[in-house]
Each structure stands twice: as structure tokens, then as C-alpha cells.
């Protein structure tokens, strides 16, 4: 079976510190990922989406950015970190297929002081 | 108008009660539907799955699409205070692209 695992679960971090959130999948090849943001309200924001090693597609322009090293391995990075990034970041991945649906880690909760 | 609208609640019911969650949506190319389940601190979770109208029912769980009316529904048979949860709505077109409803909360009295 298939699972995924996202870390840490939650991030305390100054403003201006870095950042860098890490997701993995197992169970799976050739998977789709993607990086969300949920803000209370608001519902879920898709900020990143992968389908394959170093394709990435961004959503929301902003100071975050999402790198995929490895097929099952995919990263949510920030140079400088700003109170606005704090929120609930949920990764989250599909099958390869058009219409497959999505499964979510347990997010990570981060607190930009 | 918004593509995915759901009333955010919360939605307080008692205990064995029949739960109905709903959603609405504008665009008739959605052709495949799903709800999500979340828990406070949680990811959401798959709960059920579904294409094109009509009902399918996994346990306590029914899910009805109706998509004349662009109109979904979760109904939660015999409900339980483990029920209470943050209820997602989503869609999408057979894309890469879901689309989700901001969620409704839902809290089971004991």
C-alpha cells in the first residue's frame, strides 16, 4: 500500500530564517505531488504541483519555491521566511493518471515569529 | 461566482442522526467528485469517490451527485461523535486540476 510521509509536523521559525519542508511517498512509482497551503477561511491553496523528476509548476507566485530530487521525494523550500508563510502545509500525491484523486500527508504546521 | 461552494457551518447534530453535507459548483465540465474527511491537526482524507451522476454508498457513507443541478452530497448514516470533522468537497475535470470547497465543520453531540 502506499503512504506518504511529511515532516516535521510542526516548525517554529524566526522572520528572514530559512526553510525547507520535506515529503516523501512510498508504495509508488512516477507519482504526482503537490504542495498546499491551508489557511483558516480559505480553504485549500495549491502552491506547487510535480509530474515527473525536476518539473515543477507553480501556482501562486511568492516566496516559496518546490524542488522534486528524487521520483518519490519532493521539497518546499524558502530563502527568508515572512510572518505571511506561517499556516498549514499539506503535500499531498495522485497516481499518473487524469482523473486520479488525491492523497494528503498530515501537514505541517508553521509558525513564522 | 465561485467554481465550488460549500457553507462552512458549523453544522451541529445529535448522535445517530442522518447527516446531510452538501456542495454546489458552476462549471458542468466536472465530471469526477470526491469528499474528504479532516480532522483538527490532520490531512484530509479520502472518503469517497465518485464520476458522473449517481449514488455510491460505502458503509455509513452515501455520496450523491446530481450533476443537472450541479449539486453534491455526503450523507452520514447513524452518526458518531468520531464523525466530527472538517468535511472537503472536491471536483475536478479529468485533469490534473481539483478543486476544493473550503469545507464544512461538523460536530456529533453525544
Known amino acids: 500500500s502506499q503512504t506518504i510521509h511529511q515532516w516535521p509536523a510542526t516548525l517554529v521559525q524566526p522572520v528572514g530564517s530559512p526553510l525547507s519542508l520535506e515529503c516523501t511517498v512510498e508504495?509508488?512509482?512516477?507519482?504526482?505531488l503537490y504542495w498546499y497551503r491551508q489557511a483558516a477561511g480559505r480553504g485549500l491553496q495549491l502552491l506547487f504541483y510535480?509530474?515527473?523528476?525536476?518539473?515543477i509548476s507553480s501556482e501562486v507566485p511568492q516566496n516559496l519555491s518546490a524542488s522534486r530530487p528524487q521520483d518519490r521525494q519532493f521539497i518546499l523550500s524558502s530563502k527568508k521566511l515572512l510572518l505571511s508563510d506561517s499556516g498549514f502545509y499539506l503535500c499531498?500525491?495522485?497516481?499518473?493518471?487524469?482523473?486520479?484523486?488525491?492523497?494528503f500527508g498530515n501537514g505541517t504546521r508553521l509558525t513564522v515569529t | 461566482q465561485k467554481e465550488v461552494e460549500q457553507d462552512p457551518g458549523p453544522l451541529s447534530v445529535p448522535e445517530g442522526a442522518i447527516v446531510s453535507l452538501n456542495c454546489t459548483y458552476s462549471?458542468?465540465?466536472?465530471?469526477?467528485f470526491m469528499w474528504y474527511r479532516q480532522y483538527s491537526r490532520k490531512g484530509p482524507e479520502l472518503l469517497m469517490y465518485?464520476?458522473?451522476?449517481g449514488n455510491k454508498e460505502d458503509g455509513r457513507f452515501t455520496a450523491q451527485v446530481d450533476k443537472s443541478s450541479k449539486y453534491i452530497s455526503l450523507f452520514i448514516r447513524d452518526s458518531q461523535p468520531s464523525d466530527s470533522a472538517t468535511y472537503l468537497c472536491?471536483?475536478?475535470?479529468?485533469?490534473?486540476?481539483?478543486?476544493f470547497g473550503k469545507g464544512t465543520r461538523l460536530h456529533i453531540l453525544p
Open positions: 465518485t464520476y458522473s451522476s
Open positions: 472536491a471536483m475536478s475535470k479529468g485533469d490534473d486540476k481539483i478543486i
Open positions: 510535480s509530474v515527473g523528476i525536476g518539473q
Open positions: 462549471n458542468s465540465a466536472f465530471q469526477y
Open positions: 499531498a500525491w495522485s497516481r499518473g493518471e487524469a482523473h486520479s484523486p488525491l492523497h
Open positions: 508504495g509508488t512509482s512516477n507519482p504526482n
